[in-house]
Nanobody, 120 residues
Framework: QVQLVESGGGLVQAGGSLRLSCAAS????????LGWFRQTPGKERELVAV????????YYANSVNGRFTISRDNAKNTVYLQMNSLKPEDTAVYYC?????????????WGQGTQVTVSS
């Protein structure tokens, strides 16, 4: 059974930092691209960042480029999202997801999400 478990969310002031983690089990982690998404009530889920299975390729949404960094540790089956210079508009539930194809429009597996709240 595949599980993706996010952690590291919380409340932070604008300008602060958080690091999200997503621990995976039940899949060959190093064979999967990993993505971070976010969603706020009433809005569609938004792709934030993606990293290829090797870590050599990454993609960032324009809204977070230069502030967020995605990384992975295949030895620990974990993907990270370092979030710096946080803004109130970054407030959302953040999800990690896994897919065999980098750049896929759909993802095979999803975590349950972790809340990030940025106060002004």
């Amino acid at each position: 059974q595949v599980q993706l478990v996010e952690s590291g969310g919380g409340l932070v002031q604008a300008g602060g930092s958080l690091r999200l983690s997503c621990a995976a089990s039940g899949l060959t982690f190093s064979s999967y691209a990993l993505g971070w998404f976010r969603q706020t009530p009433g809005k569609e889920r938004e792709l934030v960042a993606v990293i290829s299975w090797s870590g050599e390729r990454t993609y960032y949404a324009n809204s977070v480029n230069g502030r967020f960094t995605i990384s992975r540790d295949n030895a620990k089956n974990t993907v990270y999202l370092q979030m710096n210079s946080l803004k109130p508009e970054d407030t959302a539930v953040y999800y990690c997801a896994a897919d065999r194809v980098y750049g896929s429009r759909t993802y095979d597996y999803w975590g349950q999400g972790t809340q990030v709240t940025v106060s002004s």
